[in-house]
């Protein structure tokens, strides 16, 4: 089980892209996702977390020459649509209910993906994955994979959590692109080898901001920072358990 | 590609027609629906017909084990209520290939949202939960996984596909590629979604939930009656020495990129999700003896759909839509009629679509039978659709 990194890209409120991350140059104050990947008729109604996505995997889809038409998509969200879905309880719950079916329709956890496909006029595969923080990067790594090592072309998987009302912490967005072979003119970034539980330690990757250790998806940003600075070895992603088992990746030169 | 089939080992199945597959069985043979009148009662101010899971035996209303309490929710109650029947085939398979190859991977879109919505004037006064309410291990999607991989101790791969109407006929896809790449060697899989005023009132503000009880593939449809389920399945590599009920062939996934909540009306998505599926799971389209179709009973879905079975199926076999017995389960509705196309291999034999009015005029030169159909069938597919335009088409083989 193996593919490779052929493109990365990155979203947060300090360092709205890949290269302003690894130039480690914070926005001096914090911005919105563009959704500049979104054509603007479609980009007003994006919600949050499709806005972020689209400016992640936009970034990651550079490098290896595809379009956001000829790639599976994956979303993997811890929460999805939450704070749209909590506000569209709270609507609900008046008298009479007050929430419009656009509100609806895209408090749904993949109705970014649909977001996206649409002005993509992406046909392909699409999934809309949600685990917990500890699980999420691996198991939108293992969906994506196995979507490219059974022969389905390259995936775009973004994680992604916008800032939760409560109990969570920043938003983020972290795109890659998955391959079978090299894509584009550009050699791959990394070769992904086994995710599986292991016993795995540090890697000196981090998040930049430590605010950002509370994000839902904080193990695809320092997985994006392992790649991004060329850093290999078996990555941990999430806790250990009680036997000092965890989630792992092994990022591989290509 | 084509790849391996999961044999599917065991089945559970709770919804309006029972909360047991037995029950499931004998309501159908009897011609039973399970959708009963939802208004102002339940708190609703518009009326419908809703498919309430039956909670016989009061599973859901049973807490979870002590140990599980800090996932406890009404989904995670049913969910708890439904596993039973699969215990002894995961004990099996954990005891064949160690608890850590088996994987949990649930179709959902409401998790614990019944019991939030019941919580959200706290969220709006105090700012918080003040009960210790928590959306990571009670709201969220992923939180049912999380609970059912504690249940039944599995440590491989936990999640969720959340991807609406067409989650837990997705999973199936999930699995078997977790199979056929090494990662696991079996997973427990299926659907849970559960009543909650958020999908009633949210269906009701888009306009296409009925007043009526449905009327799937009928010139007089006019919307969709909901309904709450949960359909579990153990699926194993195709080597397992456990008995198959019936074969996991193959699953195909694609996207209309048409319309937030409405389908392609030609119905090209669909049907290229079906031709996938056939080619994953090694079938001609003309081996296809069964189809239980997504049939919502709108009026757009019901059309786009016949647009596709007619451009993919051209020999017609018998097309059976079977929400009108059980309620419209969302992100469940793959799963319950993927055990119902299970029960179909088995049984050589499926209740036909519960409906009324004529047949539907996109339907016309197609199998719509609306009594029993007797098989023989070796090859059943099940379609799904879902927001987004995420569609999947499962092929299923008898055991």
């Avoid at chain 1, 923080?133 to 995936?155: K, N």
């Avoid at chain 1, 070769?191 to 695809?220: M, Q």
């Avoid at chain 2, 608890?99 to 969220?123: H, K, N, S």
């Avoid at chain 2, 016949?306 to 969302?330: E, M, N, Q, S, Y």
């Amino acid at each position: 089980m193996s593919g490779f990194v052929t493109g990365v890209g990155l979203w947060t409120a300090t360092h709205p892209s890949a290269a302003a991350w690894i130039a480690g140059e914070a926005a001096s104050s914090p911005a919105s996702p563009s959704g500049e990947g979104i054509p603007p008729r479609a980009r007003r109604r994006a919600t949050p977390i499709a806005r972020m996505a689209a400016d992640a995997l936009a970034e990651a889809l550079v490098p290896t020459g595809r379009t956001g038409a000829d790639v599976d998509l994956l979303l993997a969200s811890v929460g999805g649509e939450l704070a749209n879905t909590l506000e569209t309880l709270r609507l609900l719950g008046e008298d009479p209910p007050a929430s419009s079916p656009l509100r609806f329709g895209a408090s749904v956890h993949n109705a970014a993906l649909g977001q996206l496909a649409i002005p993509w006029e992406n046909r392909r595969f699409a999934s809309a994955l949600a685990a917990r923080d500890d699980r999420i990067v691996a198991t939108g790594l293992l969906e994506a994979v196995g979507r490219v090592a059974t022969g389905a072309g390259d995936a775009a998987v973004v994680f992604c959590d916008e800032a939760w009302p409560v109990q969570g912490g920043p938003a983020a967005a972290v795109a890659l692109v998955i391959s079978e072979a090299p894509r584009g003119d550009r050699p791959p970034i990394a070769r992904l080898g086994p995710v599986r539980r292991a016993v795995a330690s540090d890697l000196g990757v981090g998040t930049a901001d430590p605010a950002l250790e509370d994000c839902p998806v904080r193990d695809a940003l320092r997985l994006a920072d392992a790649l991004l600075r060329g850093v290999t070895g078996v990555l941990p992603l999430g806790d250990a358990d009680a036997d000092g088992l965890r989630w792992t990746v092994s990022v591989e030169p290509a | 590609m084509r790849l391996p089939p999961l044999s599917i080992t065991a089945c559970a199945l709770a919804c309006a027609l029972g909360d047991h597959e037995h029950d499931v069985r004998a309501s159908l043979r009897a011609g039973r629906s399970g959708l009963v009148r939802w208004g102002a009662d339940q708190g609703l101010p518009f009326s419908t017909w809703f498919g309430a899971i039956p909670d016989h035996d009061g599973g859901a209303q049973r807490p979870v084990p002590a140990f599980l309490r800090d996932h406890d929710s009404r989904q995670a109650r049913i969910a708890h209520a439904a596993l039973a029947p699969l215990q002894d085939a995961v004990d099996d398979a954990k005891a064949r290939y160690g608890a850590d190859r088996i994987a949990v991977v649930i179709g959902t879109t409401t998790g614990g949202m019944g019991d939030t919505e019941t919580r959200v004037e706290a969220l709006r006064a105090h700012g918080g939960f003040d009960d210790g309410w928590s959306l990571r291990r009670q709201h969220n999607a992923h939180a049912t996984a999380d609970g059912i991989a504690a249940l039944l101790g599995v440590a491989g791969p936990v999640f969720v596909q959340s991807s609406a109407c067409s989650s837990s006929a997705k999973v199936l896809g999930t699995a078997q590629r977790l199979v056929a790449i090494g990662v696991v060697d079996a997973a427990i899989v299926g659907g849970i979604d559960t009543a909650c005023r958020y999908t009633l009132l949210g269906f009701h503000g888009l306009g296409i939930l009925s007043e009526h009880r449905c009327r799937p593939l009928s010139a007089a449809r006019e919307g969709i009656n909901l309904g709450e389920a949960a359909a579990l399945m153990v699926v194993e590599r195709d080597d397992t020495p456990a008995t198959p009920r019936a074969w996991m062939l193959g699953v195909g996934e694609t996207s209309d990129a048409f319309h937030a909540t409405q389908p392609r009306p030609d119905g090209s998505g669909l049907a290229a999700a079906i031709r996938e599926g056939l080619a994953i799971g090694g079938m001609a389209a003309d081996e296809v003896d069964l189809v239980n179709a997504h049939a919502t009973g709108t009026p757009l879905n019901d059309a786009a759909e016949c647009a596709a079975l007619a451009d993919v199926l051209p020999h017609h076999p018998p097309i059976v839509g079977t929400k009108g017995w059980t309620g419209h389960t969302l992100g469940a509705a793959g799963a319950v009629e993927a055990v119902l196309s299970v029960m179909a291999l088995e049984d050589q034999w499926s209740p036909g679509t519960l409906t009324e009015g004529p047949p539907l005029a996109e339907g016309a030169g197609l199998d719509l039978p609306r009594e029993p159909v007797a098989g023989p069938f070796e090859c059943v597919v099940s379609t799904s659709a879902a927001f987004a335009g995420h569609n999947a088409a499962v092929v299923l083989g008898r055991g």
